[in-house]
């Protein structure tokens, strides 16, 4: 069965330095793996998309994702965070019929 | 192309009424998806459709409901209304295959009950 952990609900980064969000998966199948952000009272933008095309994924607004199937991880960075990166990221897989979401990660840029 | 749209963006209810919410999907896409999203449970699945037919259901009572039609547009319901259904309740669409496309979301609608 497929499920999604992101360790850590809150991170807080300074203005200019890296953002680091982690996401660890299982799955019984090679995956799916999306990144999504959430900006107050939206819903959810997607960010990037792992196919198993590249390991390396570049999404928008500068993150990208690395696949490791060794560490069966997919951890969302971005070099330099901006004061407009302030949102809440969630991971995902995709399941037959459905995705599964984590429980978010709600990332605080101090300026 | 117009994205998901949602209606209403905020429903205020009272506890055992129930309520209808309504989804359209990206034109071209058949599946529609609903999830529910609260503080404190994150985003729960709801159900999924697809060409008119549910094809997978979450953990959840028999007072959620939904449907799809022809043209693709959902709506879900909730009867008996109760506190804890309060939530952000998120539609999202796809061309088809949940296992590989990508889902696209709408607003959502924000459910209060009072």
């Known amino acids: 069965a497929q499920s999604v952990t992101q360790l850590g609900s809150h991170v807080s980064v300074s203005e200019g330095a890296l953002v680091l969000l982690r996401c660890n998966y299982s799955?019984?199948?090679?995956?799916?793996l999306f990144w999504y952000v959430q900006y107050p009272n939206q819903g959810l933008q997607l960010l990037l998309k792992y196919t198993s095309a590249a390991t390396l994924v570049k999404g928008i607004n500068g993150f990208e994702a690395e696949f490791k199937k060794s560490e069966t991880s997919f951890h969302l960075t971005k070099p330099s965070a901006h004061m407009s990166d302030a949102a809440e990221y969630f991971c995902a897989v995709s399941a037959p019929y459905k995705y599964i979401f984590g429980t978010g990660t709600r990332l605080k840029v101090l300026a | 192309k117009a994205g998901v749209t949602q209606t209403p963006r905020y429903l205020i209810k009272t506890r055992g009424q129930q309520v209808t919410l309504s989804c359209s999907p990206i034109s071209g896409h058949r599946s529609v998806s609903w999830y529910q999203q609260t503080p404190g449970q994150g985003l729960q699945f709801l159900f999924e459709?697809?060409?008119?037919?549910?094809?997978n259901k979450g953990n959840f009572p028999g007072r959620f409901s939904g449907r799809q039609f022809s043209n693709s547009r959902s709506e879900m319901n909730v009867s008996t209304l109760e506190l804890g259904d309060s939530a952000l309740y998120l539609c999202?669409?796809?061309?088809?295959?949940?296992?590989?496309?990508?889902?696209?979301f709408g607003p959502g609608t924000r459910l209060t009950v009072l």
């Open positions: 459709y697809f060409s008119e037919t549910q094809r």
């Open positions: 999202a669409s796809t061309p088809g295959d949940l296992s590989t496309d990508t889902q696209y």
């Open positions: 799955s019984s199948v090679p995956p799916y």
